[in-house]
Every structure is written in C-alpha cells, then in structure tokens.
C-alpha cells in the first residue's frame, strides 16, 4: 500500500510499488527482482545489475539460452549485534531478451563495488551491398 503525506506518495513506497511491479501482476512468490540498467554500443550489450553484499562466485549465476540472458542471485546475510539480529535473506532474479546476433556464448562478467556488469559481444551488421571485383580475361 503506499502511504501518501500531504497527498502525495513518499518515495521510499513509490519506488516499492514500481519495482513490484504494476498491480493486478503476479510475480513469483520468494523472488525478487534485480535492478539493473542497460545499454548497447557499437559493440556490446552491457547489463549493469545492483548485488551489493554478494559473494558472486557462490551467490551469482548467469545463462544464456534461446536469446535470453538469466541472471539469478541468492542473499543469505545475518548481522548480529549485542542486542539485537537482523536477517537478509532471498533469491533474485531477471531476465532480459539479447538483441539479435549477440554472442551469449563470449559474454564476461565483473563484479566490483557491489555492481556486475554482464558484457556481450554484438558483432556490427554487414552492409547488404556486396562489391564484386571484375578481373579483366
């Protein structure tokens, strides 16, 4: 429910509702999503994703299958004070379509700073012109 002060909504619950999607929507129960920001050059599709506090060798896989890149991530975290615990815990998920001719199959990933950032290679499109030499006979 977002909760409005002087009519409008607080963001801390605005961006709550936005990033549980749109209501009338089911999501899977138990999964999260992951915020991410991406972009594509000349070059590559790069897909920048929010883990922060994960370890992304035991918490963190990445597939490409059919097109589509997964990226799947579990937190299990738990802070224990002199009074008090907290506990973080679930599993996160997104899933992005590739644009076409991406070559899943070559994509790196670097985490650093709490941000992975995926890297696929998009070979450039030839032209459809072909030049065709003519030899003198």
């Known amino acids: 429910m977002i909760e409005l002060l002087h009519g409008r909504p ?11 999607g749109h ?5 899977v129960p138990g999964l999260h999503a992951i915020r991410v920001e991406e972009h594509l ?3 590559a599709y790069v897909l920048r994703a929010e883990l922060p506090g994960l370890d992304p060798a035991r918490d963190v896989e990445i597939t490409v299958e059919g097109g589509l890149l997964t990226l799947r991530a579990e937190r ?11 506990f973080r815990y679930g599993t996160f998920a997104r899933c992005v379509r590739l644009p076409a ?10 985490y650093q700073d ?16 072909t030049t065709i030499p003519v030899r003198h006979g």
């Open 76 to 86: 299990a975290a738990e802070l224990t004070e002199k009074h008090r615990t907290e």
């Open 114 to 129: 709490g941000v992975l950032t995926i890297t696929v290679p998009v070979p450039r499109a030839k032209s459809g012109t």
């Open 101 to 110: 001719g991406a070559k899943g199959d070559k994509a790196t990933a670097v």
């Open 10 to 20: 607080t963001l801390p619950d605005l961006f709550g509702w936005v990033e549980a």
């Open 41 to 43: 050059t000349d070059e």
């Open 23 to 27: 209501p009338g929507t089911h999501g």
